[in-house]
Nanobody, 121 residues
Framework: QVRLAETGGGLVQPGGSLRLSCVASGNIDNIIDMGWYRQAPGSQRELVADITVRGRIRYAESVQGRFTISRDNAKNTLYLQMNALKREDTAVYYC???????????????WGRGTQVTVSS
């Protein structure tokens, strides 16, 4: 089991910045990929950005150039730096990790409870 705790959400004006953090605990040795998803009211959950254990990164087109994902494996922490925020970035942001059993093709996904980001003037 992996437990995830997100922090850093809040209310910010358009054009502002926020930094989300996600600390992983528990069976962290098997974590391979980490990522951020978001879900706005009335919408499906969507990928924001993710990063593999080897550091390969992908972003949603809507956040490319404004958001930066990073991970500190020594601290078991995932970050999302969000700049130039727009009203349409308002959503609950979820941290997720994928684990792989050593010497077996067994994968699991874990999710945090989410943190609210509201972009409004």
């Amino acid at each position: 089991q992996v437990r995830l705790a997100e922090t850093g959400g809040g209310l910010v004006q358009p054009g502002g910045s926020l930094r989300l953090s996600c600390v992983a605990s528990g069976n962290i040795d098997n974590i391979i990929d980490m990522g951020w998803y978001r879900q706005a009211p009335g919408s499906q959950r969507e990928l924001v950005a993710d990063i593999t254990v080897r550091g390969r990164i992908r972003y949603a087109e809507s956040v490319q150039g404004r958001f930066t994902i990073s991970r500190d494996n020594a601290k078991n922490t995932l970050y999302l730096q969000m700049n130039a925020l727009k009203r349409e970035d308002t959503a609950v942001y979820y941290c997720t990790v994928k684990t792989k059993e050593p010497r077996a093709e067994i994968y699991d996904d874990y999710w945090g409870r989410g943190t609210q980001v509201t972009v409004s003037s």
